[in-house]
């Protein structure tokens, strides 16, 4: 089985300062570990991923994340907000081989920007 | 290269009633999933096809069912439908092999059921 946590559904953060969105996940088996965004009447953008490998992962917009195995944890960061962030961000694990490789999603945590 | 497609874009249905949601998917792509996501919460699986099987399910019910084609393109089929089936509907494709492994969401199908 699978499962992801996000602490916080709404975190508010100033222009330019830094964007940190919490992801902690249970799997029985090394996961792979997914963060998308989503917004407003839109489907879903992958951020970023990781596999296997190096374990800071960077992605798009300025965004990176680390996988910490030891705390089962995949944290999103940005080291400066711009307005264009605001949105919804969903951590997602999959199980590696698993029959579908269905995704598992978080509850999501919505990004407040101020100017 | 395309990628994926939903529609419609929004649709409502009355409690009770069946309905058909289609999804072409990217270029490439050889499998299908469906994901269900209410509002306010993150998205739920649904199922996927690959291969024009079913190959994974998620906690839906029987009522919902669907169909992958010769073209990859896919169907998700709904009877019975009940207010709470009311929600955003997103369909992914991807490639399942051995080293490729990312999924492309489409805009998804705003399903209301009054």
């Not at chain 1, 190096?54 to 711009?82: D, M, Y």
């Not at chain 2, 291969?51 to 998620?58: L, P, T």
Request: proline content about 5%; charged content about 15%; hydrophobic content about 30%.
């Amino acid at each position: 089985a699978q499962s992801v946590t996000q602490l916080g559904s709404h975190v508010s953060v100033s222009e330019g300062a830094l964007v940190l969105l919490r992801c902690n996940y249970s799997s029985s088996v090394p996961p792979y570990l997914f963060w998308y965004v989503q917004y407003p009447n839109q489907g879903l953008q992958l951020l970023l991923k990781y596999t296997t490998g190096a374990t800071l992962v960077k992605g798009i917009n300025g965004f990176e994340a680390e996988f910490k195995k030891s705390e089962t944890s995949f944290h999103l960061t940005k080291p400066s907000a711009h307005m264009s962030d605001a949105a919804e961000y969903f951590c997602a694990v999959s199980m590696i081989k698993a029959a579908g490789n269905k995704l598992t999603f978080g509850g999501g945590t919505r990004v407040l920007v101020k100017p | 290269e395309t990628g994926v497609t939903q529609s419609p874009t929004h649709l409502i249905k009355t409690r009770g009633q069946q309905v058909t949601l289609r999804c072409s998917s990217q270029s490439g792509h050889n499998t299908v999933s469906w994901y269900q996501q209410a509002l306010g919460q993150g998205p739920q699986f649904i199922f996927q096809y690959y291969r024009e099987e079913e190959n994974g399910r998620g906690n839906f019910p029987p009522r919902f069912s669907g169909l992958q084609f010769p073209n990859y393109s896919s169907e998700l089929n709904v009877n019975a439908l009940e207010l709470d089936d009311s929600a955003l509907y997103l369909c992914a494709s991807s490639f399942r092999g051995p080293t490729n492994y990312g999924y492309t969401f489409g805009s998804g199908t705003r399903l209301t059921v009054v």
